[in-house]
């Protein structure tokens, strides 16, 4: 069965203080890594996909990596509104048909005027 | 706005009643998801479906929950005989196609079981 873990659960930065969130997972046959951001009280908003060892994507002061074995969400000088819950979630592959996608319990990011 | 919609919000029902979530997808989305979230855990996958067919529901339990999406309308979950164990926030998210695409989810339903 797939597996998430993301770590830390949680993560107290002040504004502008750079790091990273990481996510390791194991899957047969990677289809889709997606990062999702979620705050209090909202559904799940769509960050990125990545689909092959070595892809990245960036958007604004994030930027999401990916190995074999894991991925990583860079935040730089991050902002108090970057503060959410920040979920992983990944989709295999195996043969053609469809399969679930698993979601990690997240890392909820606190940032600090 | 074109996004996921889900209704009600807020949904409040005493033990053995019956709780119907509503979830209309993007437009031009035709395949819709749906997770139970619990404080302090992840999104749980419950199950998977196209119009007038379910696809994958390896994630609901096997009593007392059901899921359609007709033809024309919303998709609907379906709780019946609640118990306070079935308290939890409800996604709905929407793909325009299966396999590999990013699913855009919808603010959720949150049912609270006295």
């Known amino acids: 069965e797939d597996q998430v873990t993301q770590s830390p659960e949680a993560l107290r930065l002040q504004e502008g203080e750079s790091s990273s969130l990481n996510c390791s997972y194991t899957v047969s046959g990677l289809r889709g890594l997606f990062w999702y951001r979620q705050d209090p009280g909202k559904g799940p908003e769509f960050l990125f996909t990545l689909y092959s060892a070595g892809e990245e994507k960036e958007k604004e002061r994030l930027k999401a990596t990916l190995t074999k074995k894991e991925s990583f969400l860079h935040i730089t000088a991050p902002k108090p509104e970057d503060s959410a819950t920040y979920l992983c979630?990944?989709?295999?592959?195996?043969?053609?048909?469809?399969?679930?996608?698993?979601f990690g319990t997240g890392t909820k990011l606190q940032v600090i005027p | 706005n074109a996004g996921v919609m889900q209704n009600p919000r807020h949904l409040v029902r005493r033990r053995g009643q019956e709780a119907r979530l509503r979830c209309s997808p993007m437009k031009g989305h035709s395949h819709v998801y749906w997770y139970r979230q619990l404080p302090e855990e992840g999104l749980k996958f419950m199950v998977y479906?196209?119009?007038?067919?379910?696809?994958?529901e390896s994630g609901m339990p096997k009593e007392r929950f059901s899921a359609e999406f007709p033809k024309e309308g919303p998709s609907i979950l379906r709780i019946q005989q609640v118990v306070r164990g079935d308290s939890a926030a409800y996604f709905c998210?929407?793909?325009?196609?299966?396999?590999?695409?990013?699913?855009?989810f919808g603010p959720g339903t949150r049912l609270t079981v006295l």
């Open positions: 998210a929407s793909s325009p196609r299966s396999g590999g695409n990013e699913q855009f």
């Open positions: 979630a990944v989709q295999g592959r195996i043969g053609g048909g469809y399969q679930k996608v698993t």
């Open positions: 479906l196209q119009k007038e067919n379910i696809i994958d």
